[in-house]
C-alpha cells in the first residue's frame, strides 16, 4: 500500500513539473526575445531582403513591430515589411503595411515612398481592358493624391506615367464597349460610347481611334463631311501609322463622291 502510495505521489510530482515547465516557456522565450533585441531582428530581417528571402524578412519585421512598439526601428521596420509583402506580388497586405506606416508614424522618412508604393501595388493589380476596372481607378487615385502632395518628389514623372498608362487602360476600356454596340448595330449607343471616349480621353491614343469610328458611323448614314472631318482629323494628328493609314483609305474613297 505504502509502494503504491509512493509511486502516485511521484507521478504527481512529474506531472506538476512538467506543467510548471510548460508555463515557464513562453516567459523563457519572452525573456529570450527581449535578451536579442530589436537590434538583432532588425538587422535579420534586412539580410534577408538582401538575399531575397522576403518570407523571412517578413517573419523578422513583425517581431520588431509587434514587439518592441517603443523602439526607434519601428517605422523603419514597418517600411521594410511592406516592401517584403510588396516583392512577395501580396499587394493587398502590402497597401495595408504602407498605410500603417503613414497612419502611425507620419514623420518618417520613408513617407512619401511608402504614398507612391500604393499605388503602385493598386497598380500592379489592374486587369485587361475586357475586365473590371477598379484597381485601374484606384491607382489613378493615388497617383494623383501622390502628385499633389509631393511636388517636388523624384517619383513624380514616375507617377505621371502611371497615370498616362491608367488612363489609356480606362480609355481602351471605353473604346471597347462602344466598339461592341457598333459591332452589334447599335449605332445610337455606339456613337454616345465614342464620343464619351474623345471627351474623357482625349490625352490617349484611342482619342483617334474614337474619332476614326466616329466618322465611320457618320459615313454609313450618308454624313459625308462630318466623315471627313473626323478621319481628316486622324490623318493630320495621330502618331498610330496603322490608324493613319486606314482612314487615308476612307478619305480617298469619299472624295469622288464629295467632288460629285
Same mark, same amino acid.
Request: some cysteine.
Given at each position: 500500500? &505504502?509502494?503504491?502510495?509512493?509511486?502516485?505521489?511521484?507521478? =504527481?510530482?512529474?506531472?506538476?513539473?512538467?506543467?510548471?515547465?510548460?508555463?515557464? #516557456?513562453?516567459?523563457c522565450a519572452?525573456?529570450?526575445?527581449?535578451? $536579442?533585441?530589436?537590434?538583432?531582428?532588425?538587422?535579420?530581417g534586412m539580410?534577408?531582403?538582401?538575399?531575397?528571402?522576403?518570407?523571412?524578412?517578413?517573419? %523578422?519585421?513583425?517581431?520588431?513591430?509587434?514587439?518592441?512598439?517603443?523602439?526607434?526601428?519601428?517605422?523603419?521596420?514597418?517600411?521594410?515589411?511592406?516592401?517584403?509583402?510588396? *516583392? %512577395?506580388?501580396?499587394?493587398?497586405?502590402?497597401?495595408?503595411?504602407?498605410?500603417? #506606416?503613414?497612419?502611425?508614424?507620419?514623420?518618417?522618412?520613408?513617407?512619401? *515612398?511608402?504614398?507612391?508604393?500604393?499605388?503602385?501595388?493598386?497598380?500592379?493589380? %489592374? $486587369?485587361?481592358?475586357?475586365?473590371?476596372?477598379?484597381?485601374?481607378?484606384?491607382?489613378?487615385?493615388?497617383?494623383?493624391?501622390?502628385?499633389?502632395?509631393?511636388?517636388?518628389?523624384?517619383?513624380?514623372? +514616375?507617377?505621371?506615367?502611371r497615370i498616362?498608362?491608367?488612363?489609356? *487602360?480606362?480609355? *481602351? +476600356?471605353?473604346?471597347?464597349?462602344?466598339?461592341?454596340?457598333?459591332?452589334?448595330?447599335?449605332?445610337?449607343?455606339? &456613337?454616345?460610347?465614342?464620343?464619351? =471616349?474623345?471627351?474623357?480621353?482625349?490625352? &490617349?491614343?484611342?482619342?483617334?481611334?474614337? +474619332?476614326?469610328?466616329?466618322?465611320?458611323?457618320?459615313?454609313?448614314?450618308?454624313?459625308?463631311?462630318?466623315?471627313?472631318?473626323?478621319?481628316?482629323?486622324?490623318?493630320?494628328?495621330?502618331?498610330?501609322?496603322? =490608324?493613319?493609314?486606314?482612314?487615308? +483609305?476612307?478619305? $480617298?474613297?469619299?472624295?469622288?463622291?464629295?467632288?460629285?
Amino acid at each position: 500500500m &505504502t509502494s503504491r502510495f509512493n509511486i502516485i505521489f511521484l507521478l =504527481l510530482i512529474i506531472g506538476c513539473t512538467y506543467a510548471l515547465f510548460g508555463l515557464l #516557456l513562453p516567459g523563457c522565450a519572452a525573456k529570450q526575445e527581449r535578451l $536579442r533585441g530589436v537590434e538583432y531582428y532588425y538587422q535579420e530581417g534586412m539580410k534577408a531582403l538582401d538575399r531575397k528571402r522576403d518570407l523571412e524578412a517578413v517573419e %523578422m519585421f513583425q517581431r520588431v513591430v509587434s514587439n518592441f512598439p517603443g523602439s526607434a526601428l519601428v517605422a523603419d521596420a514597418q517600411f521594410h515589411l511592406a516592401e517584403a509583402y510588396f *516583392r %512577395m506580388e501580396d499587394f493587398v497586405n502590402a497597401i495595408a503595411e504602407y498605410q500603417r #506606416l503613414i497612419d502611425s508614424h507620419p514623420n518618417s522618412n520613408y513617407i512619401e *515612398r511608402a504614398q507612391f508604393q500604393i499605388g503602385e501595388s493598386h497598380f500592379k493589380q %489592374m $486587369r485587361s481592358p475586357e475586365h473590371d476596372q477598379k484597381e485601374t481607378y484606384d491607382a489613378l487615385t493615388y497617383f494623383r493624391y501622390f502628385i499633389e502632395d509631393n511636388p517636388q518628389s523624384p517619383f513624380i514623372e +514616375k507617377a505621371q506615367n502611371r497615370i498616362i498608362s491608367c488612363r489609356s *487602360r480606362l480609355a *481602351r +476600356k471605353q473604346y471597347l464597349a462602344a466598339q461592341q454596340y457598333h459591332d452589334q448595330g447599335y449605332l445610337e449607343a455606339a &456613337t454616345i460610347g465614342y464620343e464619351d =471616349l474623345v471627351r474623357s480621353f482625349p490625352d &490617349t491614343r484611342w482619342y483617334h481611334w474614337g +474619332k476614326a469610328q466616329l466618322g465611320k458611323i457618320a459615313y454609313n448614314k450618308g454624313d459625308l463631311e462630318l466623315a471627313h472631318a473626323n478621319w481628316q482629323e486622324v490623318e493630320s494628328d495621330s502618331e498610330d501609322e496603322k =490608324l493613319q493609314n486606314k482612314v487615308g +483609305k476612307w478619305l $480617298r474613297e469619299i472624295q469622288p463622291a464629295e467632288a460629285e
